[in-house]
């Protein structure tokens, strides 16, 4: 009997909002867990300065238990604070930990899917073209090298729940795109033969989008979007990370979009509690979310209700 091949990403029908929790344990996933509510966890929740370490497994609570959780490599983080301290131990110089650590995290974790590491370019930390360049390509050496080591581990011991993990295109200017997804094809075609991987990813991200307009003639989302569907294979779906509210109304014009990610409640949360003058309590930021999530949902439902609100 063949053994099934290993898909790296156990996608939900339809559309998937997943809710952005800056926690790993406590009140906000408890919440999402009784609510059945699909979140993103960033690796950075897990890591501990001061030990400079991952947290024990012990201590990970309703994230592992209960959630329907995906797993992000903490790439602006990674760019944007520990890039403005220098050159890091971990991870292509630019993480705190390292890949071992972060598949070790992964296993511990057990998601229904993991960002690879990547190097985001926003404006706001990739500086110049140059630099936008240099953090493309690195993306694609931090893919190559962590299917090389998942499928390592995978094979030695069959046993772990590790999949392999979801490749994440960056760039800033659409042709950026296209060229990070042919690089991804390529390293996940060489280095997945012989595996017990899945020969194409079920699930890729879209970085870099959070920051980003959606209707700039240039470089805003849509048109990202339409280009990297241009060489998109079948049956390999999106995620995108960090998008606007307004977006997810017309997210209907992209089927290849499995899922979106948003933490965009937790800032207007914020901004609400300073305006109103109030505490920024956790039942305050509970509310905020489930409110912010109802009416993403039913603009997922209603196609064509976008609206530009900062924190909508």
Known sequence: MNTP??????????LTLRVGVPHFNGALPAHC?????????????????????????????????????????????????????GAQP???????????????????????WWSQPDACVEPGVAPDEAAVRHRCLLTTRMLEDTLILSAAIA????????????????????????????????????????????????????GSVCRRELHH??????????????????????HLFGVKGEAIADMHHYP?????????????????ARTKRISNTMAHRIGHMDRWQER????MAIPGQGQCELFA
């Open 5 to 14: 091949l290993i898909t790296n990403a156990w996608l939900d029908p339809g």
């Open 33 to 85: 867990s009784e609510e059945d509510t699909p979140i993103m966890v960033s690796a950075g929740a897990y890591w501990r300065p001061k030990k400079q370490a991952f947290a024990e497994p012990t201590a990970f609570g309703w994230t592992t238990d209960h959630c329907n959780v995906a797993l992000d490599s903490a790439g602006f983080v990674a760019m944007k604070r520990w890039g403005e301290q």
């Open 90 to 112: 971990g991870i292509g110089g630019v993480y705190p930990w390292s890949l071992n650590d972060y598949l070790s995290l992964v296993i511990d974790v057990m998601p229904r």
């Open 155 to 206: 094979a030695q011991v069959p046993v772990l729940p590790l999949r392999p993990p979801v490749p994440v295109l960056q760039g800033w200017r659409p042709e950026q795109y296209r060229e990070s997804l042919m690089r991804a094809l390529d390293a996940w075609d060489r280095l997945t033969d012989g595996t017990n991987f899945e020969r194409q990813p079920t699930l890729i991200g879209i």
């Open 217 to 238: 003639p240039q470089h805003g989302l849509w048109r990202v979007l339409d280009a990297v569907g241009k060489d998109l294979p079948k049956g390999i779906s999106l």
């Open 256 to 272: 290849m979009v499995a899922s979106v990610d948003s933490m965009a409640y937790d800032f207007g949360a914020r901004v609400e």
């Open 296 to 299: 993403q949902l039913k603009r």
